[in-house]
């Protein structure tokens, strides 16, 4: 570019202050009052790099949230952007309605993989509301398909407290009232259970000699409405949208117990927890047990694009075999299901997981030393606390 050319491209770019008032006149974010927000100054992210994100004035800002639980290994990861430019050249997206895809098809071999075993298949969409969506449809489905016999199974246990996204069915299945209440008169009625809260016992017991005496509420609910339970969905490890609230350890591997012994299908919401964010790839893992469904959405892209999945076992997907005039057919899809931008991207952080980072290795220094900084030792259940997945450091 000449200079002239250089200068007339720089004074085209829209000025801070130019951006910051098209914000107020066009723009309605989420979860924002939009009336005090047009009364701050808002932070214009342009860049990022490694673990900062720099605004339009080019300061720079510890993305100490990691962009709310979805960036995994930094901003502008070598890895991941190349990933990313390479499937750009070949296509950006094209339906998985009747037609599949190289990335898509090796992610789902990889994601099982490295799933809990006795999950076996994939299905794609957008989102972590998506995502769990999904998985609940899928559980009523299989019931009326599998065990027809069973009655109808068409609702489902939650904790209290539980954050499974925005989407009518997943805000069902949710409790944090601010959210939440407004909508009642859209949402189907759900089974809630308390959820264990060791720091602020309700029970005002301590953990192990309470030997979980939480459980026994769950067990009750089980018992009660286990005909009508399609399944019981729970964040596991960690309930994170309520303010990170952990599960003392057992506690995970005895909801597993309950849910086979009441025939009720178990979901794991994975979409906070998964991809390394308590300290193994799934949370599950630290509990050594397999849910019927698995929703992972927020780590899966390494928080580079919107991509989600919900895992199944072959138990389920069996019970939606038939031929196309049987209609057991899941008719659920989106426009951008196994889009391969997002695959690809997938592909690589998984790859940066196993061969090029050891994150999972790294991770574990990095949670000792959070853990005796900030949380009080009593408490920590055996796998310690959860911990923002680790970082590539930028040129920066
Ligand atoms: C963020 C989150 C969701 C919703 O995911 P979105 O991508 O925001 O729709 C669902 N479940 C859990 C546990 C989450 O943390």
Known sequence: MTHDACL???????????????????LW??????????????????????SYLIDTEGRKYLDGTSSIWVNLHGHQHPVLNRALKTQLDKIAHSTFLGLTNPPAIELARELIRIAPKGLTRVFYSDNGST????????????WQQRHPEAGPKNT??????????DTIGAVSVGNIAIFHSRFKPLLFPTVEAEPPHCYRCPLQLTYPSCRMACLEPIEKALKSHHRELAGFIIEPLMQAAAGMIPQPAGYLKHIREL??????????DEVATGFGRTGKMFACEHENIAPDLMAVSKGLTGGYMPLAATLTTDEIYRGFLGTYDEFKTFFHGHSFTGNPLGCA????????????????????????????????????PT??????????????
Not at 259 to 268: G, R, S, W
């Open 29 to 50: 974010h989420p979860f924002t009052q939009m009336q005090e927000w047009a009364q701050e100054e808002p932070l214009i992210i342009e860049r990022g790099k490694g």
């Open 259 to 268: 849910c086979t012994k009441y025939d009720v299908l178990l979901i794991a």
């Open 156 to 165: 489902f246990l939650h904790l209290k407290l539980a954050y499974h996204g």
């Open 383 to 396: 796998w310690e606390t959860s911990v923002s997945a680790d970082s590539w450091q930028g040129s920066n």
């Open 345 to 380: 991207l997938a592909l690589a952080n998984l790859d940066i997981f196993k061969n090029r980072n050891n994150t999972e290795a790294r991770l574990q220094p990095k949670i000792k030393l959070l853990a005796r900084s900030f949380v009080h030792s009593s408490i920590l």
């Open 131 to 142: 995502a769990v969506e999904i998985a609940l449809k899928m559980a009523v489905q299989y």
């Open 8 to 26: 007339r491209a720089m004074a085209q770019r829209p000025s801070t202050r130019q951006l910051i008032n098209w914000d107020r006149r066009y």
